[in-house]
């Protein structure tokens, strides 16, 4: 940054809703760059006058405040400027997060080629992988029957069963309401299915509500069972008056987990991101009731006046993968930023996650959000993610295929088409390696009852998802279901 100070008036718009990695080194901020930058530090980052920005070399530190700092304050003795005075702290921030981006364009080329090929070898073990299902739309949620059948969802409405080799459809289920992320969601069994028999979903809904004259609807949580072959006794576990459901087709959340006779679930910020601060409203929050419906009594808030009783944090923006760590206890999320900033949280009662007036990420269009990362009061992220990875579906791994894995958390990326396996101790993420890559859009990730690792990847256009596993390179390959 040695270039004559030109002055810029970025303008603040609203996110446009659009996938965040797809719009990596975009947008108003690659303007900043451009007219501030590229003449010292190169077109592409690599350097030129000035010192390359992608090559992992910081003399004055590489973390995100010493890189602020140095755009801040300048190099002394360098011909390296202050902006402040330039930049407000805003454009400042976003000037991180693009170089950020910009660093991880020039990885994936390695890390194809590291994760290519029919054998892959990553983080101590090598594996192949099996496809042993396939969708006809786009798949969102995996689950293990107790004979180690699979259910899984389809976004526009459909619960396929996969057994023996064999695709059967599950009819009767609750119609759904698809509007942009909006459809069928999570699958799960009761702990105790065996006995009660008890299948929970969750889907979008739309009842009749309307918002600035178009349609609105809202996240929903039921369940039932299935008698042969169809859907029924469906009870309604959560949903949400309709005076607060939206017409936005974003931000549905979703995931399930249980734990000694409650359920844990996620719901979205549904486009209205102020909302994820209000604990009258349903968005983004993660809520706690019991497996039946019922209201615990212990909640966070459910003797605060005008408060929704089954909160159980807020401040999330989109929830997209949950799971409870079998070692300690502790609840994990994985959620989605905008522009960079996806987290993976340690969800706490009655805590705040800080979206929107605290995030790593910036708006889709280029534009910075806000210049803060932390404030008092506010939970951080144990692990955030510049640019967006597109987090999805997790899981802590409880097989002994790849005994090294064993007890790690696996974490699906849909835009990066990666999945990442997370080392976790003492409550910290002290390891993130990427061990597959490039073989489509990771939605969801389970730990079979088989020991292997099983994926739901979507890919093409129209999306179809495919169920594949991930086996150790010795083992043989056994059945396929259509």
Request: glycine content about 14%; overall charge positive; charged content about 20%.
């Given at each position: 940054?040695?270039?004559?100070?030109?002055?810029?008036?970025?303008?603040?718009?609203?996110?446009?809703q659009a996938n965040a990695?797809?719009?990596?080194?975009?947008?108003?901020?690659r303007q900043l760059y451009d007219n501030n930058c590229s003449g010292c530090h190169g077109e592409n980052l690599a350097g030129g006058s000035g010192a390359s920005l992608i090559d992992d070399e910081w003399i004055h530190g590489s973390d995100d405040e010493a890189v602020a700092a140095?755009?801040?304050?300048?190099?002394p003795d360098t011909e390296m400027p202050a902006w402040a005075g330039t930049l407000n702290e805003k454009q400042i921030r976003s000037m991180v997060i693009f170089l950020r981006e910009m660093k991880a364009k020039t990885r994936q080329g390695q890390l194809l080629s590291d994760l290519e090929g029919e054998v892959v070898s990553a983080a101590g073990h090598s594996y192949t992988l099996e496809e042993v299902g396939?969708?006809?739309?786009?798949?969102?949620?995996?689950?293990?029957?107790?004979?180690?059948?699979?259910?899984?969802?389809?976004?526009?409405?459909?619960?396929?069963?996969f057994e023996d080799g064999q695709r059967t459809e599950i009819e009767g289920i609750p119609e759904v309401w698809q509007r942009g992320q909006g459809g069928l969601f999570e699958v799960a069994f009761h702990p105790d299915y065996a006995d009660n028999?008890?299948?929970?979903?969750?889907?979008?809904?739309?009842?009749?509500?309307q918002e600035r004259g178009k349609d609105a609807g809202m996240t929903r949580v039921v369940r039932g069972k299935i008698v042969d072959g169809r859907w029924s006794e469906q009870e309604t576990l959560f949903k949400v008056d309709e005076a607060h459901h939206?017409?936005?087709?974003?931000?549905?959340?979703?995931?399930?987990?249980?734990?000694?006779?409650?359920?844990?679930?996620?719901?979205?910020?549904?486009?209205?991101?102020?909302?994820?601060?209000?604990?009258?409203?349903?968005?983004?929050?993660?809520?706690?009731?019991?497996?039946?419906?019922?209201?615990?009594t212990d909640n966070p808030f459910v003797d605060r006046e005008g408060a929704l009783p089954e909160i159980w944090s807020y401040g999330h923006r989109n929830p997209q993968g949950l799971d409870m760590d079998p070692s300690t206890g502790l609840l994990w999320e994985s959620e989605h930023g905008p522009r960079g900033g996806d987290e993976i949280n340690l969800v706490e009662k009655g805590?705040?996650?800080?979206?929107?007036?605290?995030?790593?990420?910036?708006?889709?269009?280029?534009?910075?959000?806000?210049?803060?990362?932390?404030?008092?009061?506010?939970?951080?992220?144990?692990l955030y993610w510049v640019p967006s990875i597109a987090v999805a579906g997790i899981d802590f791994y409880e097989g002994d295929a790849f005994p090294g894995w064993t007890g790690k958390l696996l974490v699906g990326g849909m835009a990066s088409q990666e999945l990442h396996l997370l080392a976790i101790e003492d409550g910290k993420v002290t390891a993130d390696d990427i061990i597959l890559k490039g073989r489509g859009r990771v939605r969801d990730v389970a730990s079979g009852p088989d020991g292997f690792i099983y994926l739901?990847?979507?890919?093409?256009?129209?999306?179809?998802?495919?169920?594949?596993?991930m086996i150790p390179a010795q083992e043989t390959v056994s059945v396929r279901a259509r």
């Open positions: 940054m040695r270039t004559a100070i030109l002055i810029l008036t970025l303008l603040i718009s609203a996110p446009f990695q797809n719009r990596t080194g975009e947008g108003e901020v140095s755009i801040r304050n300048g190099i396939r969708g006809e739309g786009l798949l969102w949620s995996i689950a293990f029957t107790p004979d180690s059948a699979m259910l899984v969802t389809q976004r526009d409405g459909v619960l396929w069963r028999g008890w299948i929970y979903l969750s889907y979008s809904e739309h009842t009749g509500a939206t017409s936005a087709g974003a931000h549905f959340g979703s995931r399930f987990v249980f734990d000694d006779g409650y359920l844990f679930f996620g719901i979205g910020d549904r486009g209205r991101m102020e909302r994820a601060q209000e604990l009258d409203r349903p968005n983004g929050k993660i809520y706690r009731i019991h497996d039946n419906g019922r209201v615990p805590r705040n996650y800080g979206w929107p007036v605290i995030t790593y990420g910036m708006n889709y269009n280029g534009t910075p959000m806000t210049d803060e990362t932390h404030r008092e009061g506010l939970e951080q992220p144990k739901l990847l979507n890919d093409g256009s129209p999306r179809t998802g495919r169920v594949v596993r």
